[in-house]
């Protein structure tokens, strides 16, 4: 009773506050928000139907809405399994990505987490080699030293500096 009590909504608590049996109290807050299952779950399942890992810009962004509509499904005493979630990532990778998404499967991943795993660390060192490409592109020159003990002018001037 002091636990549901603690963790129950300030305006609720007044409404509840004369209940003294925690059986009671669990039922009645049942009662009350019972049919919010029958609320979340057709969003939920329609979430579940249009989400796709291509969709996303990031791993972490489609991990987290991933996580998002599975924690309410499960809410709503719907069964996600592990390859249900491996199956759902695979399948929605982008078209050009088929070969990609054929060697994941030849990983064998039995855990959607060693999946996001790997999806992660791919994504860091596609970032890395992007970011290296960018700041020299292939076949270009190296920039010159910053700290050269040569110059072009050197002798040449007015002897300043």
């Not at 399942?45 to 489609?62: A, G, H, I, P």
């Amino acid at each position: 009773l002091i636990f549901l009590r603690h963790h129950i909504d300030d305006d609720m608590e007044y409404e509840y506050l004369t209940v003294e049996n925690p059986l009671e109290l669990w039922q009645n807050l049942n009662d009350r928000f019972e049919h919010l299952k029958t609320v979340v779950l057709p969003k939920a399942l329609n979430d579940w139907s249009q989400l796709r890992f291509q969709d996303f810009k990031t791993v972490s962004e489609y991990n987290s809405t991933m996580f998002k509509i599975v924690s309410q499904l499960k809410m709503c005493s719907e069964v996600i399994t592990e390859y249900m979630l491996l199956e759902k990532t695979y399948l929605t990778f982008h078209a050009f990505n088929v070969l990609l998404q054929q060697q994941y499967r030849l990983h064998r991943f039995n855990k959607y987490r060693e999946l996001i795993g790997s999806l992660l660390i791919a994504e860091q060192n596609n970032e890395l080699l992007l970011q290296n490409h960018e700041s020299r592109p292939t076949g270009s020159a190296p920039l010159p030293e910053v700290n050269a003990t040569l110059s072009h002018f050197g002798g040449r001037g007015r002897g300043r500096g």
